[in-house]
């Protein structure tokens, strides 16, 4: 379908088929890291492959896709989360649902692991949204700071002090999980 949307140049087909089959799940990954779980992960995907088959067919084979794809995902991904703000949607305490993706990751890395990964997911999201993109852009993507700065529309030194507050609220929620309870205390005689 995306091919159907530029003009035909048959040479770079395969090569475009190839780093489809290669970097789909990739790309898949890095748009859900950006936009969680709301997200229309398959939109975005669709628009981040034609972005990357126009700049194909434009200026010919790419030397490292990769990193071009990466970089486009990312930025689709975003363009996708300032179109949702339209319509606020509240991630906090939600959890993926199942659509293949996450029974997948279930069996390779196993049930616990795959909980795990999914409460984590759940308190990054519910961070503030500027600690939420200032982390995921800037420590999941590897966008620079001022990249990251850009992208959020804040201060390149904003971008610091927010990755810094994300991490230490992180770090707090898995403290407070791991905390057992007060012990309990026996008020008066002896036992």
Same mark, same amino acid.
């Given at each position: 379908?995306? +091919? ?15 780093? $489809?089959?290669? $970097? +789909? ?25 034609? /972005? ?18 990466? /970089? ?9 989360? /300032?179109?949702?703000? +339209? ?7 939600? =959890? ?10 279930? /069996? ?9 990964? @999914? ?15 200032? =982390? =995921?852009?800037?420590?999941? =993507? ?6 990251? @700065? ?22 707090? +929620? ?18």
């Amino acid at each position: 379908m995306i +091919r159907r949307a530029l003009p035909l140049r048959p040479e770079l087909d395969a090569l475009f088929t190839e780093t $489809y089959k290669k $970097y +789909r799940p990739g790309v898949r990954s890095v748009i859900y890291t950006v936009a969680g779980p709301g997200a229309d992960v398959d939109a975005v995907a669709h628009d981040t492959f034609l /972005r990357y088959l126009q700049i194909l067919r434009e200026d010919g084979p790419v030397a490292a896709p990769w990193p071009l794809l990466r /970089r486009i995902a990312s930025g689709k991904a975003i363009d996708a989360v /300032r179109a949702a703000r +339209r319509s606020p949607w509240s991630p906090a305490g939600e =959890l993926p649902e199942d659509n293949g993706e996450w029974t997948s990751v279930s /069996r390779t890395l196993g049930p616990d692991r795959a909980l795990e990964i @999914a409460e984590v997911l759940r308190d990054i999201n519910s961070l503030t949204e500027e600690l939420r993109w200032a =982390l =995921l852009l800037r420590e999941y =993507l590897g966008l620079s700071r001022t990249e990251t @700065a850009e992208a959020l529309g804040i201060a390149p030194a904003s971008v610091s002090a927010s990755v810094r507050r994300a991490k230490k609220k992180l770090r707090q +929620r898995a403290a407070e999980t791991e905390l057992p309870g007060p012990p309990h205390r026996v008020e008066g005689g002896s036992q």
